[in-house]
């Protein structure tokens, strides 16, 4: 059953902390994605990975960084949360040129 | 301002109805047009893409395109409870595909 899973679903953050929001997939998709969703915003494309350290930024990559080590395996940092960064993070996936992005379930985080 | 315009915000259709969903692009550098659907709470799946001038039908939903005046429409027929749910439209480059520009959504509610 070909999925992408998000840790943590939920967190809880202080202004001035580190987050660090982790994406699987088990597909073998060569490209990835982080997004954030607010209400009445849409998505917002934060970066996409075309593999293992090739990255490239999206519309909003202030204040975000993205690692990929391995290609099934795609990591969001938030260096100094800021409460503008609250909203929920989606991470999502597709195969090289195939174009259809598989979502996973959303990660929820509040910075106070 | 938002490149990709959705209209109406929300639609309220009675069960066994047709909805009908717009979606318009300001930036003359797209090619393809996709439509996700967003249950509350979940992940957005992909419900249809469309490259080509013309009409796409699969079961109950058809997606129109116009690439002369860059619009997109995706229309429901016999609407079920189980529709009611956020439709984002999301425009890209043909080089580039990967990379989505969504709408804020139409949030569809199907009243049974």
Request: one cysteine or more; proline letters at 4%.
């Amino acid at each position: 059953d070909m999925k992408v899973t998000q840790m943590p679903r939920y967190l809880i953050k202080r202004m001035g902390e580190n987050v660090l929001l982790e994406c699987g997939q088990d597909m073998s998709h060569e490209t990835m994605y982080w997004y954030r969703q607010d209400p009445g915003l849409g998505l917002q494309l934060i970066y996409i990975s075309y593999d293992v350290d090739s990255n490239s930024e999206g519309d909003i990559p202030k204040g975000y960084r993205v690692s990929r080590k391995k290609r099934e395996h795609f990591s969001l940092i938030l260096d100094s949360a800021k409460t503008n960064q609250t909203s929920v993070y989606f991470c999502a996936s597709s195969l090289f040129r195939q174009y259809e992005q598989y979502f996973g379930p959303g990660t929820r985080l509040t910075v106070l | 301002q938002q490149k990709v315009q959705q209209s109406p915000e929300s639609l309220i259709v009675p069960e066994g109805g047709m909805a009908s969903l717009n979606c318009t692009s300001s930036d003359r550098n797209v090619d393809y047009f996709w439509w996700y659907r967003q249950h509350s709470g979940k992940s957005p799946k992909m419900l249809m893409s469309i490259f080509s001038n013309g009409e796409k039908e699969e079961g109950r939903f058809t997606v129109h395109l116009n690439k002369a005046s860059l619009h997109t429409s995706l229309h429901i027929r016999d609407s079920q409870p189980s529709d009611s749910a956020l439709y984002l439209c999301a425009a890209s480059k043909a080089e580039g595909a990967d990379r989505l520009t969504f709408g804020k959504g139409t949030q569809l509610i199907i009243q049974p």
